[in-house]
């Protein structure tokens, strides 16, 4: 299937909007359109000939309602939509000044969407997440304002004018560097995915939470920039033969400390001011933070202030009591750094509510530490059947990459679920297949195939299949 | 391009003799040669005071002593409130101490790891160096306090915590000359592995799934759903969704809808229940209906200023009721030709209150 054939014309999209909008008066598309049809398009998406039969079916059924007169007519006495009819405030009156919000801030209609805790989770705020409302983003940049938070002692504003980056350990040079020093150094822009390496680590036993918003939503992606480490580490004459490993320290209460794997991190790790175009947030590690592609959000060290190069690896609070994987013959897998390849569909997804039948964009996010995302299928029968989704360009390696597909629902009962396959031919798996090898009690790095059961009264939850 | 950044550097090093007097500019260009000017040399005082990392080789553990005594002194006045007495608490952190044996000691393996008994696993049964109590304590301890304890302090904490777990005997002195033979005790010691495909880009993955296509699996079976009782735990799903567009959140105080809401969302909260919530208040009234556009606080724009309008009003009687009708019909004459739109629109509430507020000064 060409991209060309499974996008919609306007003309399309106006045949299949109108009946949605006007459910009360002139009935749901997908009455106008047989079985078989549904099943076909399900099956193979729509082409210029599936695409003619739909609007054959919409326009034959249009017609019938207006020659029969048999149906309710869509609006009264030749009226319309109040919303069209009637003027609205909007429309008649003087809209704000410019810089009424310096800094501007979303709609007031989108207040719902925002960072929110998992109930329970921790017991102190200041050792917390807090996660991304997956459910409610398009494409696959996180607004900076929703970036999920993690802190381990709380987060500051801390003064860029004073902050400092020492490099030392095994460098010919133990160097300062400061905001000043760094914003002068080349430097790049990436965009990369980050997430926590216990995202999702709740469903690892079985279901926990309701939502993708606290099954995924210690996930976010931004255009990162900064300088590259290896351009910092090769101005201090660091000793990378034998420097194999790389501490770097935060400037928060937790001291916060991470072992860098060089030979796996230094060609792409970045030490970063600025994400999606403005400086870091503070939440996010103001006014400096290491990015480490593809490696779980722990070692991408915030309010970062120095960087160690040594010969071993430093066993930190956060690499040897926590973030560590229990197996089930008892032995902790330690350093576990790489989130594999993992897709959601965000959209629908648990707790929502579906509001009639008919034609759905089927939409989530694909993203692997590994590289590139190369294929999503989705699945709308619990992982019997698949069908391949179409991916959206830009596909940006260590990033997310948005998928679509699709769907026409016809009201029966569904599970959803998607399945990303990355450039190194690696597939996203089940959880039965992680548990198999990884028991339950691991927490971390659980990247399964997520189901999403659709209930014939358009509720979406949260299930686990197998 | 090669010739050109040769050249740069000669004039780094050039600016740099010229310079020698200088002492930051000196300190700035040493081992520069690539970015001149950027960055300096860190000063030993320096890194002595940022360098406090302390490794499972005990690399850069300063010289100390503390006793088990000493550290249960210190636990109990700055840790058990957190921690618990003995370290046993789970109230706010997990716990510190509890499910590891003597014989664990023995072996470097918590056997309670394995075999599923222990409720929940505790610092001293999962940590496999000392180096890591040791670094962590000194780093960030106390949580409110971090870096407040002296080296002595954290010997003698370290020490405490070992005692609890019968790893040290309770008159133990620990520090830098016997620790290393207190590695060679802790409980998990052997209990880790590299063994796995996630610390390299290049290892190879424990697992891979499945990339049928078609009548992948026989029958398919749920396995786990969120219970009834855990509908609303986190709260009303549908507060946390958009409350227009095709995916609305569910309604989770109430039980699930019987049948499907339909295109118009019937029963469901629609966006229109969100649109009061802008804020309110004189001042707020006066930038978000737009007043802001025509008056200024001090300045004639299109209309006059509000120090203008308070000061012709000034102890008027009847003041508020004629230019709340003003407002609200609009009018012209009074300021100029220039004639002020009705504000129709505004709540008879948010009209005086606007007017008040004008008449006040805008105080």
Avoid at chain 1, 188 to 201: K, W
Avoid at chain 1, 251 to 266: A, E, K, P, V, W
Wanted: hydrophobic letters at 40%; a positive charge.
């Amino acid at each position: 299937m060409t991209k060309k054939q499974i996008e919609l014309s306007s003309q399309d999209v106006s045949f299949v909007e109108k009946p949605t909008n006007r459910a009360r008066l002139v009935k749901a598309p997908e009455h106008f359109v047989s079985q078989e049809l549904i099943a076909d398009i399900n099956a193979n998406g729509l082409d210029e000939n599936r695409r003619g039969f739909l609007r054959k079916g919409f326009l034959s059924a249009i017609g019938g309602a207006a020659a029969g007169l048999s149906a309710p007519m869509a609006f009264a006495a030749g009226e319309g939509d109040p919303a069209i009819l009637e003027k609205q405030e909007w429309q008649t009156t003087l809209g704000k000044n410019v810089a009424t919000m310096p800094y501007g801030v979303p709609s007031i209609y989108e207040a719902n969407l925002i960072r929110r805790e998992s109930p329970g989770l921790t017991r102190v705020s200041a050792a917390s997440v807090a996660f991304t409302p997956l459910q409610g983003l398009f494409g696959t940049i996180t607004p900076n304002g929703l970036h999920f938070e993690r802190h381990h002692q709380g987060w500051y504003n801390l003064n860029p004018e004073t902050h400092r980056l020492m490099v030392n350990g095994m460098v010919k040079n133990a160097r300062v560097f400061t905001m000043n020093d760094l914003m002068r150094l080349p430097s790049v822009s990436r965009t990369h995915f980050i997430e926590c390496g216990a995202n999702t680590g709740l469903e690892w036993g079985n279901v926990a939470v309701p939502t993708v918003q606290y099954t995924h939503g210690m996930l976010s992606c931004c255009e990162f920039t900064g300088v590259p480490l290896k351009v910092l580490l090769e101005e201090c004459g660091a000793d990378l033969k034998k420097g194999k490993f790389l501490l770097a320290e935060g400037g928060d209460g937790s001291g916060m400390t991470r072992t860098i794997n060089l030979d796996s991190c230094l060609e792409d790790t970045i030490v970063a001011w600025s994400m999606n175009g403005e400086m870091l947030r503070p939440e996010n590690g103001f006014p400096l933070r290491l990015v480490v592609p593809g490696v779980q959000g722990v070692s991408w060290v915030k309010w970062l202030r120095r960087l160690e190069v040594g010969d071993m690896p430093w066993n930190a609070k956060d690499e040897a009591v926590h973030y560590i994987e229990l197996m089930p013959d008892g032995t902790h897998r330690q350093y576990a750094s790489i989130q594999e390849c993992k897709s959601v569909i965000t959209t629908p997804s648990g707790g929502q509510q579906l509001l009639d039948k008919g034609f759905y964009n089927v939409s989530g996010m694909a993203w692997s530490g590994r590289g590139k995302i190369r294929r999503v299928d989705v699945s709308f029968d619990g992982g019997n059947n698949w069908r391949q989704a179409r991916l959206e360009t830009p596909v940006l390696t260590k990033s997310i990459t948005r998928f679509n597909i699709d769907w026409v629902w016809d009201g029966s009962p569904a599970i959803l679920q998607s399945r990303a396959v990355d450039d190194t031919g690696y597939i996203q798996p089940s959880i039965k297949t992680l548990r198999n090898v990884r028991g339950t009690r691991s927490i971390y790095h659980n990247n399964a195939i997520q189901s999403w059961k659709l209930d014939s009264n358009g509720e979406v939850s949260n299930v686990q299949v197998g | 391009m090669y010739k050109l950044g040769k050249s740069i550097a000669r004039l780094g090093l050039f600016s740099a003799a010229l310079l020698a007097a200088n002492l930051a500019y000196a300190q700035g260009t040493q081992g520069s040669a690539k970015f001149p000017g950027v960055g300096r040399n860190a000063t030993p005082a320096e890194v002595a005071a940022w360098d406090i990392d302390v490794r499972p080789d005990f690399k850069g553990l300063p010289k100390g002593s503390g006793s088990v005594e000493q550290g249960q002194t210190i636990w109990e006045a700055k840790c058990a409130s957190c921690h618990g007495i003995f370290g046993e608490s789970n109230e706010i952190f997990t716990p510190i101490t509890g499910g590891t044996t003597k014989d664990d000691v023995k072996t470097g393996r918590v056997a309670s790891l394995a075999d599923m008994k222990q409720p929940q696993r505790t610092t001293l049964m999962k940590v496999p160096t000392v180096s890591t109590l040791w670094d962590y304590i000194y780093r960030a301890m106390p949580w409110n306090a971090p870096r407040s304890l002296t080296p002595d302090e954290t010997y003698a904490l370290v020490a405490f915590i070992l005692s609890i777990g019968e790893v040290v005997p309770d008159d133990f002195v620990l520090s830098n000359t016997n620790i290393a033979e207190v590695q060679a005790k802790m409980p998990n010691r052997n209990g880790m592995t590299r063994k796995h495909g996630f610390w390299n880009v290049k290892d190879k993955p424990d697992v891979n799934g499945s990339a049928c296509m078609n009548n992948c699996v026989a029958f398919v079976q749920i396995g786990s759903t969120l219970p009834d009782f855990a509908r609303d735990a986190h709260g009303n799903i549908a507060d946390q969704n958009r409350l227009y567009g095709p995916y609305r959140g569910a309604d989770t105080t109430k039980p699930p809808v019987a049948k499907l809401p339909g295109a118009a969302g019937e029963g469901l909260a629609h966006a229109k229940d969100t649109h009061a919530n802008a804020p309110k208040g004189a001042a707020a009234l006066f930038k978000n209906e737009n007043c802001s556009a025509c008056h200024a606080p001090n300045a004639k724009l299109v209309g006059p200023s509000i120090a203008d309008i308070a000061a012709k009003y000034k102890d008027q009687s009847g003041a508020v009721d004629k230019l709340m009708a003003k407002v609200k019909n609009g009018g012209a004459g009074v300021w100029g030709s220039i004639p002020m739109p009705p504000q129709s629109q505004l709540s008879d509430a948010d009209r005086k209150a606007l007017v008040e507020w004008v008449l006040s000064g805008g105080k």
